[in-house]
């Protein structure tokens, strides 16, 4: 059913539309590679996905550019049965750090569902100092010396790391790696002092004694790193921030499609099975309505954008 038709159908003839849908195999994008946080959770949503539709659920990795190749490649279907897993970078600010991508989250993609969030946690060698205060005090003093690493330029962890220095007021250079096993490496020799991680890849660190928590990137303690200290507790208010997975769809996709496609997210994530499956994974569910995403996207990309635009961040 096209736009023009949905804007007079009656609400049967739309309930009709998407009972009616989908009609072939979904085909769920990631852009990351095989064994990456993203493509984890595409699994775990897949077959529960395929057994409430009907329909196989076939997970397609396009990995590259941050996401971005598959989140483009989304963009660009027109077959009706194709959607995408997607992280914060390729729903917000991808257009605004880098003009040449090739989509326009907002105009070229719709809102599905957010799945689940996380916070990031600040991690430092066990060389760093102890407790928060010694620790600020530390990175101030150091100016310039030290230095932090992120996954690369334009990511949620580089992006939270410069708006960390403007709230604590330090200096560190930035070192952008190719993925966050990379910067835990060099974290682990000491090359990088330090590092916003995903909870899955940090807690396994500092569990197992090779690096230290500083602090969670939430409002407040997260379940999802319980005994780990705010940001705020340790004497740096104003730094909220998470990642998180979501669900887009092609623009055109009809709204009648995109809304049943949320419910059965929302259904699914929330059986205990998979909210355990996902927890394990370092998330915390959600699963909101298209609108909540929109919200979120709106929300996220404001705050990134002022971050960007403030540090004259540009994607190389």
């Not at 949503?45 to 996401?67: C, F, H, K, T, Y």
């Not at 279907?77 to 090739?102: F, R, S």
């Not at 070229?108 to 430092?124: F, R």
Request: no cysteine; net charge positive; hydrophobic share 45%.
């Amino acid at each position: 059913m096209s736009a023009a038709a949905m804007l007079g159908a009656t609400p049967a003839a739309l309930a009709q539309s998407a009972k009616a849908w989908p009609s072939q195999p979904i085909k769920l994008v990631v852009g990351f590679p095989a064994g990456t946080s993203p493509d984890l959770m595409a699994r775990t949503l897949a077959e529960p996905l395929s057994q409430l539709l009907g329909q196989p659920v076939v997970v397609d990795n396009r990995p590259g550019a941050g996401g971005n190749i598959g989140a483009a490649q989304v963009a660009r279907a027109t077959d009706g049965h194709t959607v995408g897993l997607m992280v914060n970078g390729n729903l917000t600010i991808a257009k605004i750090l880098n003009p040449a991508t090739p989509y326009d989250p907002i105009t070229d993609l719709a809102p599905v569902s957010l799945i689940a969030v996380a916070p990031l946690v600040l991690v430092a060698p066990n060389s760093a100092p102890a407790g928060g205060p010694a620790f600020w005090s530390a990175a101030k003093a150091s100016g310039d010396r030290w230095n932090y690493g992120s996954p690369g330029i334009g990511t949620v962890a580089h992006l939270g790391m410069e708006l960390i220095k403007v709230k604590a007021g330090i200096s560190p250079l930035h070192v952008p790696y190719g993925g966050n096993p990379a910067v835990i490496t060099g974290m682990l020799g000491e090359q990088v002092n330090m590092a916003l991680l995903p909870p899955g890849l940090a807690m396994a660190q500092v569990q197992s004694g090779k690096l230290r928590a500083i602090g969670v990137t939430s409002a407040g303690r997260s379940a999802v790193v319980p005994g780990v200290p705010s940001l705020s507790e340790t004497g740096l208010p104003g730094v909220e921030l998470e990642i998180w997975n979501a669900v887009a769809a092609p623009r055109q996709m009809p709204q009648a499609h995109v809304a049943r496609l949320a419910a059965a997210l929302a259904e699914i994530v929330r059986r205990p099975a998979v909210r355990a499956q996902i927890a394990a994974q370092g998330w915390q569910v959600v699963g909101t309505a298209p609108q909540g995403l929109a919200n979120r996207i709106a929300q996220d990309t404001a705050t990134m954008t002022d971050v960007i635009q403030r540090n004259g961040i540009q994607a190389k």
